[in-house]
């Protein structure tokens, strides 16, 4: 298959904007898409073990509420959309999420003894998740960083599973 490549580094041509996104999607798009759900749950699994069914109006900080409140309401007033999700976590971006597990790092801690390294982790994706997320082309260090978080994230997930976490949906 021939090397696919940003389209923006070539004469204008509909084919070659496609071809470039759907490599996008293929490559990068659905583990960025993994790797935030697979946060959502992680945060939490953990915070509801830790502190109950009730973690989110104790464990987050007011300004990620209301910004999760906000985004809500938006979509409440127009419900021919979508709805990101029924738990206000899905209205929470990467950097909250990560703001979320910074905060509570102590509770994370007993389950993930490396907590500090996975927060500059999510810290390092942000980034190239903004490229991604805003339909822009990664480079291929930033399609790595990508792979790489994917895969590990996979496998911490695995492992406290393997543990006894009960992975719960939000």
Do not use: C
């Not at 996104?21 to 490559?27: D, E, F, L, Q």
């Not at 959502?40 to 409140?69: C, E, K, M, Y």
């Not at 982790?121 to 994917?150: C, S, W």
Request: charged letters at 20%; hydrophobic letters at 40%.
């Amino acid at each position: 298959m021939p090397q696919t490549t940003d389209f923006r580094k070539a004469p204008f041509d509909v084919p070659r904007v496609e071809t470039a996104g759907k490599y996008v999607g293929r490559t990068a798009y659905w583990k960025l898409y993994a790797i935030e759900n697979f946060f959502r749950v992680f945060i939490h699994s953990v915070l509801s073990a830790q502190i109950g069914p009730h973690w989110w109006t104790r464990a987050v900080d007011t300004r990620i509420q209301g910004n999760a409140q906000r985004f809500r309401q938006q979509y409440l007033r127009q419900p021919w959309y979508t709805s990101p999700g029924a738990h206000d976590i899905y209205y929470s971006f990467l950097s909250e999420l990560n703001e979320i597990i910074r905060a509570n790092s102590n509770l994370f801690l007993p389950l993930v003894p490396d907590i500090d390294l996975w927060i500059a982790r999510i810290e390092q994706i942000r980034l190239p998740r903004n490229i991604v997320g805003h339909m822009n082309y990664p480079n291929q260090a930033d399609r790595k960083r990508i792979d790489v978080l994917h895969s590990d994230t996979r496998e911490l997930l695995a492992h406290l599973k393997t543990n006894g976490l009960s992975l719960l949906i939000p």
